[in-house]
């Protein structure tokens, strides 16, 4: 098994390469580089400037030809002050010199500072970590707490009435997508166009550091409610129907019909025999889950209920062409999850023991 590790980690590395270069080469031709989204703005506050001497009685000084021109272009800016941003942005070297380096520094876990942000990399991402832990640690538990108890049920009166609505009622909620739910929600439940009970924005209030200690989890609670329900609505149904068929397969083996035959009790053969065996796929499914939920799931709730997480933090940095923030975060979340799709293989090993994914390689 330690052969299979070592050769799952080493293969973290050309994947990571790999993938990094992809999305390298894609970030370079995309039009609207750091450059030109520093020169826009540039653009925009001359252009505002000349709009208030024109409303004030002034002359008006144009920041631009009367035609398209590129961030070299209209805004007038001196052409040194352009060949130092580039070299300031490092865009005065060859591409592959560039990402050459940044592998360099991303294997000493060096992302560099923010173009746009005065702050490293690292920084930003630990700032907004604990966001987005809490929303994907409260999605994950309420997700599991009520599916796995709901898919045995199911399970257990296949076929029945209360099979038939609940499947009903999961199949409606997966087929609701979690920024649309989230919308419904704020319009029902946070002051939208019926009731004010919820807090639109943000993880806390105001004034949290002046509540106490009690005061402070309910106004945590408060606010992390309605994202979370808006984050877990989708995952319901999968993992439902997932406990569901999985202990149905189960419970019509024949070590169970077994077990029956010698007069052992439903409970026991239920926790005793099928749970460990049924609960296998699932549970050594949740790194999986925890990858979605935290870092792919995450960003149109954040975005929506404007929480400050590494969803946000990322799809602002796409806007931005903040080239640092964009690779620091893209190289995490793929670290992230290659170490825990190994973490996935070994709880798959340790709940049984008769998987030998080692063996299966060679």
């Known amino acids: 098994m330690g052969a299979y590790i070592l050769r799952r980690v080493l293969l973290m590395v050309p994947t990571l390469l790999g993938i990094l270069l992809l999305n390298f080469l894609i970030v370079q031709a995309a039009p609207g580089g750091p450059i030109e989204q520093l020169m826009s703005r540039l653009d925009g506050l001359s252009a505002g400037a000349s709009t208030r001497l024109n409303s004030g009685g002034g002359d008006g000084v144009s920041s631009g030809g009367g035609g398209a021109s590129t961030y070299r272009g209209a805004s007038g800016v001196d052409p040194a002050l352009i060949a130092e941003l580039e070299q300031q942005f490092g865009f005065d070297k060859p591409a592959w010199q560039r990402f050459s380096d940044m592998v360099v520094d991303y294997a000493q876990f060096d992302f560099g500072d923010s173009f746009f942000r005065d702050k490293p990399v690292i920084d930003l991402m630990l700032e907004r970590l604990p966001v987005s832990i809490s929303l994907g640690l409260w999605t994950t538990l309420l997700v599991y707490l009520i599916s796995i108890p709901l898919g045995i049920r199911k399970a257990l009166v296949h076929g029945s009435r ?200 060679a």
């Not at 919308?183 to 106490?212: H, K, M, N």
């Not at 106004?219 to 999985?246: C, E, Q, R, W």
């Not at 052992?264 to 549970?283: D, Q, T, W």
């Open 162 to 361: 209360f099979d038939v609505w609940t499947s009903g009622v999961v199949i409606v909620g997966y087929a609701i997508p979690g920024f649309l739910f989230a919308i419904l929600l704020i319009v029902v439940f946070a002051g939208g166009s019926y009731l004010d009970w919820f807090p639109l924005r943000g993880l806390t209030s105001p004034d949290f550091d002046e509540l106490s200690t009690g005061g402070k989890i309910l106004d945590y609670f408060h606010h992390i409610a309605l994202p979370v329900a808006a984050s877990a609505i989708g995952s319901f149904a999968t993992l439902t129907m997932l406990t569901k068929n999985s202990f149905l397969d189960e419970i019509h083996k024949q070590y169970v019909l077994t077990a029956r035959a010698k007069g052992a009790s439903e409970n026991r053969i239920l926790y005793g025999h099928v749970f460990r065996n049924a609960m296998l796929i699932i549970i050594a499914g949740l790194p999986a889950a925890l990858v979605g939920i935290f870092f792919t799931g995450s960003l149109l709730i954040e975005v929506i209920f404007s929480l400050d997480g590494l969803g946000l933090l990322g799809f602002e940095a796409v806007l931005q062409r903040d080239y640092p923030l964009i690779f620091g975060t893209l190289f995490l979340y793929t670290l992230i999850g290659l170490v825990l799709k190994l973490v996935s293989d070994l709880m798959y090993v340790w709940i049984d023991p008769r998987i030998d994914f080692a063996s299966r390689e």
